[in-house]
């Protein structure tokens, strides 16, 4: 019986955070590890491209890194496929198929994509391949007829967007080529879009204020203790707020079942005056350090043999790049331009 397809990946800008690992990485493990699926996960230089254009060298750089953060993870590329989305040519001409399906209005309305517009202060002058990338990202998702795609609660608006190409492609032709996926969201809801270390909403390489999969135990320590917490939290006598509190979202985040009724004792003890932030600190560096250090240990041993894991993504793309083919053709015979077939 053929598995089901699962079809997920990231935008290399830079090293992977702890934000990626709770919000999706760490799902594609299970997932993986689970042997019901056929895993494709990609890097996605050319989506990453439609607002680092002018700086291709960051992109080039990351894929490196981020394929390190993927392996010290625990993917692995005898269960997972993994690829580079620009060597897989099929995809921009599939996107090409799908833009004109999709009016300039609908892709407006994308609450991720208007979101993203403003984060990145684009005003007036939004990348026209900035605009359209949902397009793409149906074409990477449908170009493997993945069944699921695991993400974050922030992609939820993307994953509809392709089911409406889909049906929209189906219907205009006549055929069931295209298959509609489904999302598949992290179960720990703390964890669906995890704030950065100063509370802001996002953790993200440009505020500065991410934890990644590639920091050292030094660089950990010194992030850990400089989390924002209550501000009103003065003396440790005062009662704390939880609330918008970092260091007990994290704990809710990362604590296992076996910490809970800890870390429910050390919110009451907080919250009722007593307790300092400082030990508070302590205890989640435990709980992260004992998470993060293991993938820590296995980045720096994947990372002295760069050779290998670019010969694994560029196995991985060939074998990316057969599936979107036969995926193309089928477009292409449905849409009656195979002409010389």
């Known amino acids: 019986m053929t598995k089901p397809i699962i079809l ?25 590890n689970e042997d019901k699926y056929q895993m494709f996960v990609f890097l996605a230089d050319q989506q990453a491209l439609t607002d680092h254009a002018k700086d291709p060298q960051t992109i080039v750089e990351s894929v490196g890194n981020v394929a390190l953060d993927y392996l010290a993870a625990g993917l692995d590329p005898e269960k997972s496929t993994i690829f580079i989305q620009s060597q897989i040519p099929e995809l921009a001409e599939l996107s090409m198929y799908y833009m004109n399906l999709v009016s300039l209005a609908r892709l407006e309305r994308n609450p991720t994509v208007k979101t993203e517009i403003a984060q990145k202060g684009f005003g007036e002058s939004i990348p026209t391949g900035f605009l359209v990338y949902p397009i793409a990202q149906a074409a990477d998702i449908t170009a493997f007829k993945a069944n699921s795609v695991p993400v974050g609660n922030d992609q939820k608006p993307m994953i509809e967007q392709t089911r409406e190409i889909v049906r929209s492609f189906n219907h205009a032709y006549n055929c069931d080529v295209l298959v509609e996926p489904e999302g598949i969201y992290p179960e720990n809801e703390a964890a669906g879009r995890l704030p950065g270390l100063d509370g802001n909403a ?123 083919a ?16």
């Open 8 to 32: 997920t990946g990231d935008r290399p800008t830079g090293k992977l955070h702890i934000g990626h690992y709770v919000g999706s990485l760490q799902n594609r493990v299970r997932l993986q």
């Open 202 to 324: 996002k953790m993200s390489k440009s505020l500065g204020n991410g934890i990644y999969l590639a920091d050292d135990a030094d660089t950990l320590r010194k992030k850990v203790m400089s989390m924002y917490t209550d501000p009103n939290h003065i003396k440790v006598e005062d009662p704390g707020q939880i609330e918008g509190n970092m260091v007990f979202h994290y704990l809710d985040v990362f604590g296992r079942k076996e910490d809970q009724a800890d870390i429910q004792a050390m919110k009451e003890h907080y919250q009722a005056g007593g307790l300092g932030d400082v030990k508070t600190k302590r205890y989640l560096l435990e709980i992260l350090e004992r998470e993060l250090g293991p993938i820590r240990e296995r980045r720096l041993e994947f990372a002295k043999d760069m050779g290998q894991v670019y010969d694994m993504l560029k196995k991985g793309s060939q074998a990316a790049q057969e599936v979107a």
């Open 326 to 341: 036969q995926t193309l053709d089928e477009v292409k015979a449905a849409m009656g331009i195979n002409y010389f077939k």
